[in-house]
């Protein structure tokens, strides 16, 4: 066992600078984890910076001064955040404010289908069909006591003053992240060994899967929503633009969010159409536009990306969301992007970097 060990020490951390590296992701993480909810601001710049970088690069290539380019891209970000907060957050309030009401029909309707149960199959028992019915109404009672009181008045009105504060510091958080990246990252260089061949490779690795994912994972939220609403819209779907935004978000959770966002889906489109030619042909181009995403869209967006094991991807899943609630839920894969490149990256540098 001890060979084992000293022959995995030898491999993995006998450069100086594996061992620096390591201390110095250990400290990231726990200060993540200690002081997460008083950085958020910060860390949402940062990862929105990291985004944007990217435009600001390609405008500074085609001989635009940084400086200028900057300024345009923040701008643009300025402007989609003023978008997003008084054009699309407006409207999907007023859908789920209309779809609460409608909440109580659909159960009243599928409450009253479960009581037939018993009466058209014999082989369902009374007491089975009574006992779901009266489970399924303890659980939607709960969320939506959660929903209307789980906050106290003081607790919206700090949330109210956070959101406030947020649209205010974040861009300028991301407005100085980007205007002066150089002037940062000179002045963290000073707390770094001089010696810093390994960092250095594994953050290109880095920065070529977790830049590649997110900003792919963006266009595909963007594809299949609107390809969604697009069918939805169609149809005459009820509560189109909701459903398309949660079918587009849930993107974010591979194989598990799909099929969560798929059960409000068919309810809605089963109690508006009923058993019907609409419903089926809606299903049919649903299916339709999941499959050109697993076998077409996919494939394109993430051909430079390193894929996780559907495994791995349950686990970061109940890893993060069980430490971050809905954030670590939200951002579990690029964690676990982020996590994949570093180990696909550290034995092939650690092994052979420079000292």
């Not at 001064?65 to 997003?84: D, G, H, N, P």
């Not at 399924?136 to 406030?164: F, P, W, Y």
């Not at 994972?217 to 935004?245: H, P």
């Not at 587009?248 to 099929?259: D, K, N, Q, R, W």
Request: proline share 4%; hydrophobic share 60%; with cysteine.
């Amino acid at each position: 066992m001890l060979r084992l060990f000293r022959n995995w020490y030898d491999r993995h951390l006998s450069d100086p600078q594996a061992v620096f590296l390591l201390v110095l992701l250990l400290s990231i993480f726990a200060v993540i984890v200690t002081l997460g909810g008083m950085l958020t601001p910060v860390f949402a710049a940062i990862i929105i910076a990291y985004l944007l970088e990217w435009f600001v690069r390609q405008l500074a290539r085609w001989g635009m001064r940084r400086i200028f380019a900057v300024l345009l891209v923040w701008l643009v970000f300025v402007l989609f955040l003023l978008i997003l907060m008084f054009g699309v957050l407006p409207l999907l309030s007023v859908q789920i404010a209309d779809l609460i009401p409608e909440l109580s029909r659909y159960w009243a309707k599928g409450e009253n289908y479960l009581t037939h149960l018993s009466q058209d199959y014999q082989f369902i028992s009374p007491e089975f069909t009574q006992r779901l019915i009266e489970d399924m109404s303890e659980i939607v009672s709960t969320i939506g006591k959660n929903l209307l009181l789980g906050g106290s008045l003081k607790d919206i009105t700090s949330g109210v003053i956070a959101l406030i504060v947020y649209l205010v510091l974040l861009p300028l958080l991301v407005f100085f992240f980007l205007k002066d990246k150089q002037l940062i990252l000179n002045w963290l260089g000073r707390f770094l060994p001089p010696q810093r061949s390994l960092m250095v490779q594994v953050w290109s690795e880095l920065d070529r899967q977790l830049g590649n994912y997110i900003r792919g994972k963006v266009w595909e939220i963007g594809i299949v929503s609107a390809a969604t609403y697009l069918l939805f819209a169609l149809f005459g779907l009820k509560y189109a633009f909701l459903l398309a935004v949660l079918v587009g978000v849930s993107c974010l959770i591979p194989y598990i969010g799909i099929i969560i966002v798929s059960a409000p889906v068919l309810v809605v489109a089963y109690f508006q159409f009923g058993y019907s030619s609409d419903l089926l042909w809606l299903l049919i181009w649903y299916l339709v536009i999941q499959g050109l995403e697993g076998s077409v869209l996919v494939p394109l967006l993430f051909s430079g990306v390193v894929n996780l094991h559907p495994v791995a991807i349950i686990v970061s899943v109940l890893v993060f969301g069980g430490l971050w609630g809905f954030w670590g839920v939200f951002f579990a894969i690029p964690l676990a992007t982020l996590i994949n490149a570093l180990l696909h990256a550290w034995p092939n540098t650690a092994h052979g970097a420079n000292t």
